[in-house]
């Protein structure tokens, strides 16, 4: 059933409907769509390119959960399993890159290091789960692993196609 018609006889049936029946139909109204969200980064034209050729090389299975793009759709996002892994491409750079007690070490919600050739900013965010976002690279791609994900197992299956996608250089 298509989401407009199946919101259309939701709403109709709300209508004759007592008070606890209507918070039970509106929850069984909303979309069962498990599908994650991410805002979409908005580079320069350069960035946009490389970001786009990343897409077209991206795996369709990272840590073992399947590609399943988030909304709004977007060739500079994408995202595996549920819940999701989230990977943007061409977002700004981090302060934290420019911190040097990141670089040495010294701030413990933010460490440098890499993965298969792949240098990476990681960040423990609140709520579990960790924000890795790529140093050394003409584009930042960020990626967003939850809390329980094998975050190496994510950063070494995307490894290839970041080296593949985004050159080794200064990001604009």
């Known amino acids: 059933m298509n989401s407009f018609r199946h919101r259309h006889l939701c709403v109709l049936r709300v209508f004759r409907l007592p008070a606890v029946a209507l918070l039970i139909t509106v929850a069984g109204c909303s979309s069962a769509d498990d599908s994650a969200s991410a805002a979409v980064p908005s580079p320069d034209a350069k960035v946009a390119e490389l970001c786009r050729n990343l ?31 989230i990977l943007r491409c ?19 919600d933010a ?17 579990g789960g960790y924000r890795f976002t790529t140093a050394n690279r003409e584009a930042y791609v960020e990626v967003r692993a939850p809390e329980g994900v094998d975050s190496s197992g994510v950063l070494i299956d995307l490894a290839a196609a970041v080296k593949k996608a985004i050159p080794v250089g200064i990001a604009s």
């Open 55 to 85: 897409d077209k090389v991206l795996p369709a299975k990272v840590n073992g959960q399947r590609r399943e793009d988030p909304e709004p759709a977007s060739a500079l996002t994408a995202s595996w399993g549920s819940p999701a892994i």
């Open 90 to 108: 061409g977002v700004p750079q981090p302060p934290e890159m420019v911190d040097p007690k990141v670089a040495e070490g010294r701030d413990p």
């Open 111 to 127: 460490v440098a290091g890499g993965v298969n050739g792949v240098d990476w900013l990681m960040q423990k965010q609140d709520g």
